[in-house]
C-alpha cells in the first residue's frame, strides 16, 4: 500500500492538504482515528439539539467584492459552501474597568464609539488602515517566497519584531482603545504585549476587510462535503484508523497503524499536534525530531459548555451573537488571572443570531467557554473530575446570568460540558490545548515562514493549528494548502 502522500488527521487542515494535493493528482490517503472528519469542526445531537462544537466565525472568507483567501481556495476546488453574514453585536464587559459596552454595526460604527469614548481613537484607527493593508500585501509577498521586501514594504520591516501592544502605542492609538481592540486576543489567551504586532494586524486586516461568516449548515455537513469533495478527485480516507507510529525505512516513510497495518509514502502530512507527533508518533530515527519537542508554548485549555434552552432568544433577552465578561480588558493582566478555576473570563455565543435555524423554533442554542492556563487542571483526578466539572459549568452559567441580567438555568432542556480530557481523548491535542502552539515572541508566523525550511525534518510536515498559521480554521485550511503547495513545488524542481 504505497501512496505519494500519507496525512494523519482529518482535521481542517487535514482535508485542505488532501484537497490540494488530489487536485493535483497525487496519490493521497488519509489516516483518521474518530469515524467523521473535521476534528475539532463537529457537530453533536443532544436530544432535539445539534450543537456544533467549535466553528461559530469562518475567518478569511469575505464578501463577493472582497474575496479572502477561504473562499478563493473553495471555488478552485469547486466547493459550494454556503454562509451568512455575522452580526457586529457583541457585547463586551470587564469587572475591573467597570467598562460595559455592545459593540454595533459596521467597522465605522465602532471607531466612532471609540472616539466618544477615549478621544484620539478615530484618527490614530484611521491612520493604522494603511498600515494593516501594507502587512498584508508584504505577508502575501512573503509567502510567495519574495526575499527582498524591504524596499516595498518599509513598515513591515519596521515593526516585524514589536510585540502588538508596544506597536499600537507607537501608533498613538489610546490605551484603553488598545485593549478594547484586543478582546479577541483574551479569547484564545495571547497576550498583546507577547503577541507579535504581524500576527495581530494581519487578523485586525482579515475582520476589517475579509469579513467573517457563519456557515448556514452544520458544522459536520461542512466537513463532510470537504472529504466528499477530496473523494472525488481521487483522495482516499480511511476512518477508524490511528496511527500509533511512523518511522524512515529506505527511501520510504512507514506508517503504522494501531492494529499493526502499514501503509508507505514519500512524505508524511500530521495533522496533529505536533508536541504529540513529537511525543508519541516519530520514533528517534529522524534528525533534530527530539531537539524541537517543547519548543513552543501550547496554548491554554478550557471548558465549553453547550446549552440548549427551550424558549426563542428573543424571550431570554439574548440579543447579541457573542458576549465576553473579562475580569481586565489589559489582556496581560486578565490572563494570569486564568491561573485558577475562578476567573470571570467567559465568552458567550448564540448562533441563532446569525442563523434562526441554528436550533428547533422557539429554542436557542448558547455556548459559554472559559479558559485555563494548564495548572489550573493539576489537582483534577479521576475522583474528582465529575463533579469539579459539574461545579465549574454550574458557575459558568450563574456568573453569565449575573454578568448579563438574563435568566438561563430553568431554560436548559439539554446541555453537554467538554473539558480539556474530552479535547484531548477526541484530538490528542496535548492537555486538551484548544488553540495548538501560540503565536509568541520569536515564534510568531513570520519566523515560521521565513524559517520554514532550515526547520524542516525531513519527510515530515505539519499542517493545521500546529503549523506555521496559528489555530483557526482560516489559518487550519491555509495551511493544509500552503505547506502542499511547498511540497509541490519541490516535487516540481527535483524531477
Ligand atoms: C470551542 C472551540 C471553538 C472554536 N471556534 C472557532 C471559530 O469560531 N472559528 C475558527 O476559525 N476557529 C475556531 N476554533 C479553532 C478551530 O476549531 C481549530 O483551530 C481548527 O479546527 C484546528 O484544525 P486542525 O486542522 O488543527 O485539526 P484538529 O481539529 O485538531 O484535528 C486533528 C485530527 O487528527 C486526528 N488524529 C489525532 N491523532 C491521530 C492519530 N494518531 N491517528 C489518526 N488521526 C489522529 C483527530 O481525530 C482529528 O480529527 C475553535 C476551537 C474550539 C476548541
Not at 459550494?80 to 457585547?91: A, C, D, F, H, S
Not at 463533579?387 to 435568566?407: P, R, S
Request: proline content about 3%; some cysteine; overall charge negative.
Amino acid at each position: 500500500m504505497n501512496y505519494d502522500y500519507i496525512i494523519i488527521g482529518a482535521g481542517i487542515g487535514g482535508l485542505s492538504a488532501g484537497l490540494n494535493l488530489a487536485f493535483n493528482n497525487k496519490k493521497v490517503l488519509i489516516l483518521e482515528k474518530n469515524s467523521l472528519p473535521g476534528g475539532l469542526v463537529s457537530t453533536f445531537k443532544r436530544g432535539r439539539f445539534e450543537f456544533d462544537a467549535s466553528l461559530y466565525d469562518l475567518m478569511d472568507y469575505g464578501s463577493e467584492e472582497h474575496v479572502g483567501s477561504l473562499q478563493r481556495l473553495f471555488k478552485k476546488y469547486d466547493l459550494e459552501i454556503e454562509t451568512l453574514p455575522i452580526p457586529y453585536n457583541i457585547k463586551i464587559k470587564s469587572i475591573d474597568d467597570k467598562f460595559e459596552e455592545v459593540i454595533k454595526g459596521e467597522i465605522d460604527d465602532w471607531v466612532l464609539r471609540l472616539e466618544e469614548l477615549y478621544s484620539g481613537s478615530m484618527s490614530t484607527f484611521r491612520s493604522l488602515l494603511p498600515l494593516l493593508k501594507e502587512i498584508h500585501e508584504a505577508l502575501v509577498a512573503l509567502k510567495k517566497g519574495r526575499k527582498n521586501i524591504e524596499k516595498d514594504f518599509p513598515n513591515f520591516i519596521k515593526y516585524l519584531d514589536k510585540n502588538a501592544h508596544e506597536a499600537l502605542v507607537d501608533l498613538n492609538i489610546p490605551e484603553n482603545t488598545i485593549h478594547i481592540l484586543g478582546y479577541l486576543w483574551i479569547e484564545i489567551g495571547s497576550p498583546l504585549n507577547k503577541l507579535n504586532f504581524i500576527d495581530f494586524a494581519e487578523s485586525l486586516y482579515k475582520y476589517i476587510f475579509k469579513r467573517p461568516v457563519a456557515l448556514k449548515n452544520k458544522n459536520i455537513d461542512f466537513t463532510l462535503k470537504l472529504a466528499k469533495r477530496l473523494e472525488e478527485l481521487g483522495g482516499k480516507i480511511y476512518y477508524r484508523s490511528e496511527v500509533v507510529e511512523v518511522r524512515p525505512t529506505e527511501e520510504k516513510q512507514e506508517v503504522i497503524l494501531k492494529d499493526g497495518t502499514k501503509y508507505f509514502c514519500k512524505e508524511v502530512i500530521f495533522n496533529v499536534s505536533e508536541r504529540y507527533a513529537l511525543k508519541n508518533l516519530i520514533k528517534d530515527d529522524y534528525p533534530f525530531a527530539n531537539q524541537k519537542e517543547n519548543a513552543r508554548t501550547l496554548s491554554m485549555n478550557g471548558l465549553v459548555v453547550y446549552l440548549g434552552l427551550n424558549k426563542p432568544y428573543q424571550d431570554l433577552k439574548l440579543y447579541n451573537y457573542r458576549y465576553y465578561e473579562f475580569q481586565n480588558l489589559n489582556s496581560a493582566i486578565n490572563l494570569k488571572s486564568m491561573r485558577k478555576f475562578s476567573h470571570h473570563t467567559i465568552e458567550g455565543i448564540v448562533p441563532n443570531i446569525a442563523n434562526e435555524s441554528a436550533s428547533p423554533k422557539n429554542t436557542t442554542i448558547l455556548v459559554l467557554k472559559t479558559l485555563y492556563s494548564e495548572d489550573a487542571w493539576n489537582s483534577v483526578n479521576k475522583i474528582n473530575y465529575y463533579k469539579t466539572k459539574e461545579t465549574l459549568a454550574n458557575q459558568l452559567i450563574e456568573e453569565f446570568e449575573t454578568a448579563f441580567h438574563v435568566d438561563i438555568k430553568e431554560y436548559i432542556e439539554e446541555m453537554e460540558i467538554v473539558t480539556p480530557f474530552t479535547l484531548e481523548r477526541y484530538t490528542n491535542n496535548i492537555n486538551g490545548s484548544m488553540f495548538g502552539p501560540m503565536r509568541l515572541g520569536y515564534d510568531n508566523s513570520i519566523h515560521r515562514i521565513i524559517s520554514f525550511e532550515e526547520e524542516q525534518i525531513p519527510h515530515l510536515n505539519f499542517v493545521g493549528a500546529s503549523s506555521i498559521f496559528g489555530s483557526g480554521v482560516d489559518n487550519a485550511f491555509y495551511s493544509g494548502y500552503y505547506i502542499t503547495e511547498k511540497l509541490l513545488e519541490k516535487e516540481r524542481k527535483d524531477s
